[in-house]
Nanobody, 122 residues
Framework: QVQLVESGGGLVQPGGSLRLSCAASGFTFSEYRMSWYRQAPGKERELVAVSSGVDNSTNTADSVKGRFTISRDNAKNTVYLQMDSLKSEDTAVYYC???????????????WGQGIQVTVSS
């Protein structure tokens, strides 16, 4: 059975740091694009960062560029989100997502974690 379990969230002051982890099981982790999304109260869910399952490339949203870093350890089936210089507007529920890189019209695989709260407040 597929599982994505997020950890590492909590309360932090503005300017502080947190490191989120997402532990995956039940699928071939190295073949999946791993992403972090977030959703703040009253706002639409947004893509924060992406780690490719094809090569070593990564991408981050403009709103977090230079502050957040996504990384992965395929041997541990874990993807991370290092969050530095946190701002109040980073407050949201953060979700881990896994999507198979070779998806097509008849074969698609897309999995989600349950989400974890990050609160940035003084």
């Amino acid at each position: 059975q597929v599982q994505l379990v997020e950890s590492g969230g909590g309360l932090v002051q503005p300017g502080g740091s947190l490191r989120l982890s997402c532990a995956a099981s039940g699928f071939t982790f190295s073949e999946y694009r791993m992403s972090w999304y977030r959703q703040a109260p009253g706002k639409e869910r947004e893509l924060v960062a992406v780690s490719s399952g094809v090569d070593n490339s990564t991408n981050t949203a403009d709103s977090v560029k230079g502050r957040f870093t996504i990384s992965r350890d395929n041997a541990k089936n874990t993807v991370y989100l290092q969050m530095d210089s946190l701002k109040s507007e980073d407050t949201a529920v953060y979700y881990c997502n896994a999507r198979w890189e070779w998806a097509g019209p008849r074969t698609q695989r897309d999995y989600w974690g349950q989400g974890i709260q990050v609160t940035v407040s003084s």
